[in-house]
């Protein structure tokens, strides 16, 4: 067993303290088929098949729970983050604590990235269900000196295109 999984392991399961867990994988890009290195998948949820049309993807770090009819909890979470900080951040200048980021960054021409992409379906056939794409909830307890559910920032010196191909906020029925 390799030695970061043996140390996650045994962390889960309440004998040691987990030290960094590092995971160095050249990957594969070049096939037609799901190349995952690092997943928890829970009560038999097919990652493939929930990607769609051709379910190929090469993922680094992938979690998926499929969650039984007739359960009990709350909610079911494929992939959780949490932060917490006791940090003053100086009007956010230094010490800001981010719970979940992501960096599609365009290294090349023509190249196509995402920052964050999210997807809620339903399944043909299915009556009642209840999609949200993206919730936001803040829960406001003090006195903040900043209070914004979103915040969209265009920065760098590069030259925008011409609309529309350069929104903020697009909204298209396709």
């Given at each position: 067993m390799n030695k970061n999984f043996y140390n996650l392991d045994s962390h889960l399961s309440g004998g040691t303290a987990l030290?960094?867990?590092?995971?160095?994988?050249s990957g594969v890009f070049t096939n037609t088929k799901m190349n995952q290195y690092v997943t928890s998948l829970?009560?038999?949820?097919?990652?493939a098949a929930e990607l769609g049309v051709s379910g190929n993807a090469t993922i680094a770090l992938?979690?998926?729970?499929?969650?039984?009819?007739?359960?009990?909890?709350?909610?079911?979470?494929?992939?959780?983050e949490f932060a917490g900080s006791s940090c003053n951040s100086l009007n956010a200048t230094?010490?800001?604590?981010?719970?979940?980021?992501?960096?599609?960054?365009?290294?090349?021409?023509?190249?196509?990235?995402?920052?964050?992409?999210?997807?809620?379906?339903?399944?043909?056939?299915?009556?009642g269900a209840q999609l949200k794409g993206v919730e936001i909830d803040m829960i406001l307890n003090g006195t903040p000196s900043i209070f914004s559910g979103l915040s969209m920032y265009s920065v760098g010196s590069g030259a925008n295109p011409v609309y529309p191909n350069s929104n903020f906020i697009q909204l298209q029925s396709l």
């Open positions: 030290a960094n867990l590092i995971v160095a994988n829970l009560d038999g949820i097919n990652v992938t979690g998926g729970v499929a969650t039984p009819s007739g359960t009990a909890v709350l909610n079911s979470i494929a992939a959780g230094v010490c800001n604590t981010v719970a979940v980021y992501g960096l599609g960054d365009a290294q090349t021409n023509s190249a196509s990235v995402w920052g964050a992409n999210f997807l809620a379906k339903d399944e043909t056939g299915v009556i």
